[in-house]
């Protein structure tokens, strides 16, 4: 049981790491980030309230929200299938 709860929390934190470096790369200081699971709906906002005042199509499941010039949040719909 320990050797399983082990394996999970390195399965957990490795792909934490793994985010963390995206993460650093993008043009962010705050992000935050909510998946819906039922929906398959991500969220990415790198402001606490987004203010967004202009919303981009990108493509049929991809919206950016803009405040003024600023990307300010990514709508992903469908995440699950954009790995």
């Not at 980030?33 to 039922?38: G, L, R």
């Not at 981009?56 to 992903?76: S, Y």
């Amino acid at each position: 049981m320990a050797t399983s709860v082990a394996q999970t929390t390195e399965g957990i934190v490795g792909k934490c790491v793994a985010v963390a470096r995206d993460v650093l790369q993008l043009p962010a200081r705050h992000v935050w980030i909510d998946y819906d699971k039922e929906a398959d709906v991500l969220h990415m906002s790198f402001r606490k309230s987004q203010g967004a005042t202009k919303t981009v199509e990108v493509n049929e499941d991809i919206l950016v929200r803009k405040g003024g010039r600023t990307v300010v949040g990514v709508t992903i719909m469908n995440a699950s299938a954009h790995r």
